[in-house]
C-alpha cells in the first residue's frame, strides 16, 4: 500500500489497519524520517517537499514490486509525506510485513535506500538566511 499525502500519520494505527488483515505476520520492520534541525552544518527551519503523485505512485510500486520479487514479503506500506513540514514532524515510513525478520528487515532497507536516491520528490531546505534544493543521495542499491 502505497500512500502520498499531506496529512500526519500514526504509526501504530497504519500498522494495525494491515496488521488485522494478515494473519500469518511473523515481523513487520518499520523505518520512520523525521525533518531533522540541521544538515550539511546549516541550521534548518522547515522544509518543502515537492512532488508530482502520479510519477511517485508508479515509481514506488515499481520499488515495491522488485522488494517483493526479492523477499517473501506479504505486505509493504509507504506512506510519503509533502508540503511544508516542521522540524520534528514525519516525512515518511516504511513497513515491511513477513513470516519472518531476516526478509522484512533487508526489503525495509532496501526500500528505503531507493526512496533516499531515486524517488520523486524534491526537497527544499529553509534556513534563517535563505534555502537549498537539496539532491538525492547517491547510496547503492
Known sequence: MIKIQKENFNLEEEIQTLKHTLNEIGAVSTFIGYVRNNNNDKKVTSIYLDVYPAMA??????????????????????????????????????????????????????????????????????????????ENTNLMI
Open 57 to 134: 505512485q508508479k515509481s514506488l510500486e515499481e520499488i515495491v514490486n522488485k522488494a517483493k520479487k526479492k523477499w517473501n514479503l506479504l505486505e509493504v506500506l509507504i506512506i510519503h509525506r509533502y508540503g511544508e513540514l516542521k522540524i520534528g514532524e514525519k516525512i515518511v515510513l516504511v513497513a515491511t510485513f513477513s513470516q519472518h525478520r531476516h526478509d522484512s528487515m533487508q526489503a525495509c532497507t532496501f526500500i528505503m535506500d531507493f526512496l533516499k536516491k531515486k524517488a520523486p520528490f524534491w526537497k527544499k531546505e529553509n534556513y534563517d538566511n535563505g534555502y537549498s534544493w537539496l
